[in-house]
């Protein structure tokens, strides 16, 4: 066999593992949940009381919703992949029309985002990659790492031949005008070999050579990746509009709404969570008209919030009840629980 048809069999494999790649370089934070109307409140029929007709679960009141506001909070999706938001407003939404958002069921609720700014570590992105959006056994591309290069992302790994085929790719990122994250590829090498262009080298139509069955929230425009990033992530699920992404340090940084990428920052006071409005469960407690806040028990560093367990948090910390029936929960970090530990504890840049 010539040098020439083993380059070309190789570029043929490039094309069919190596165009997705380019979804490495989102965070993709995100995985949704269809968002239905919540119920109209119960009516009482005649001669009936309303202790009769009530359910065991209190239905979600249709007039009502529950808005949210993160600051400086670090929140763990498992013990690798960290969602580190500075900032964040947007609404605490059930998933289900006749049960609350319940932070026992991370299924429960979505997180409906009107502006916020969400960093993501190199290291979370790679893990997100691997155990996610390529973590189907027939997925493409395998054993992927993701690192910066300049305001670029530099991604490695093997495209799933035989044993597998090494290939190196450096891209831009943007955001497309309906708020998805596009991916250009600049650079790529396959067995350590430059390609130039995707298609042109081939002559062939990206949709009819690239497999992305097997990978979540991706599609191809051209040379170029689109991601979906509601569609990437395990819950608890976010929804919302990129405005903003780049590359910054060791992370990739995403706005939603009209967050400004560029904006200086502003230090809070605290760190923390609240919820404001609507009907929350937690535990065996039901919270009608919510107004509750997790706080931070130390506020000079992130506050580490991890929601598989946040009951440990809970137990660790304290409440106090306001006057006006609002209530303030004090929790320590995740990490700072004894007998916890995470691998991926301090994400960069919070």
């Known amino acids: 066999m010539t040098d020439t048809s083993v380059s070309t069999r190789l570029r043929r494999y490039a094309l069919k593992g190596a165009i997705p790649l380019g979804l490495l370089a989102v965070f993709l934070f995100f995985k949704s949940f269809p968002l239905q109307p919540a119920p109209a409140a119960l009516q009482a029929s005649p001669g009936v009381s309303q202790t009769a007709l009530a359910p065991a679960a209190a239905p979600v009141p249709a007039h009502t919703e529950t808005h949210?506001?993160?600051?400086?909070?670090?929140?763990?999706?498992?013990?690798?992949?960290?969602?580190?938001?500075?900032h964040l407003t947007g609404k605490f939404l059930p998933t289900?029309?006749?049960?609350?958002?319940?932070?026992?069921?991370?299924?429960?609720?979505?997180?409906?985002?009107?502006?916020?700014?969400?960093?993501?570590?190199?290291?979370s992105l790679s893990h997100a990659m691997n155990a996610y959006v390529f973590g189907d056994p027939h997925a493409p591309l395998m054993d992927l790492r993701v690192s910066a290069q300049g305001s670029q992302l530099r991604q490695e790994g093997k495209i799933r031949k035989g044993i597998g085929i090494p290939f190196e790719m450096v891209g831009d990122v943007s955001p497309t005008p309906d708020g998805k994250i596009r991916i250009h590829p600049t650079q790529i090498?396959?067995?350590?070999?430059?390609?130039?262009?995707?298609?042109?080298?081939?002559?062939?139509?990206?949709?009819?050579v690239?497999?992305?069955?097997?990978?979540?929230?991706?599609?191809?425009?051209?040379?170029d990746i689109i991601l979906d990033p509601?569609?990437?992530?395990?819950?608890?699920?976010?929804?919302?509009?990129?405005?903003?992404?780049?590359?910054?340090?060791?992370e990739m940084i995403q706005t939603f709404g009209t967050a400004r990428l560029d904006a200086p920052d502003k230090p809070s006071p605290s760190n923390y969570m609240a919820y404001k409005g609507g009907v929350l469960r937690f535990g065996k407690m039901t919270m009608n008209d919510a107004d509750l806040q997790l706080i931070d028990e130390d506020a000079t560093d992130a506050f580490d919030f991890f929601p598989d367990h946040y009951q440990d948090q809970l137990v660790a910390g304290y409440s106090k009840t306001t006057a006006s029936g609002a209530l303030r929960v004090y929790m320590p970090d995740y990490n700072k629980i004894p007998g916890t530990r995470s691998s991926n504890s301090k994400p960069a840049g919070l």
């Open 210 to 223: 690239v497999n992305t069955k097997n990978t979540k929230g991706v599609r191809v425009d051209g040379n």
């Open 189 to 208: 090498k396959v067995a350590h070999m430059p390609v130039k262009g995707l298609m042109k080298v081939f002559g062939l139509d990206t949709a009819n």
């Open 96 to 123: 289900r029309k006749d049960r609350p958002p319940t932070f026992d069921d991370k299924g429960s609720y979505i997180i409906a985002v009107d502006s916020a700014e969400v960093h993501v570590s190199m290291a």
């Open 230 to 250: 509601t569609e990437m992530l395990p819950p608890p699920a976010m929804r919302g509009r990129i405005s903003g992404v780049r590359v910054s340090g060791d």
């Open 68 to 86: 949210v506001e993160i600051v400086n909070v670090n929140i763990y999706l498992d013990p690798q992949l960290v969602l580190g938001v500075h």
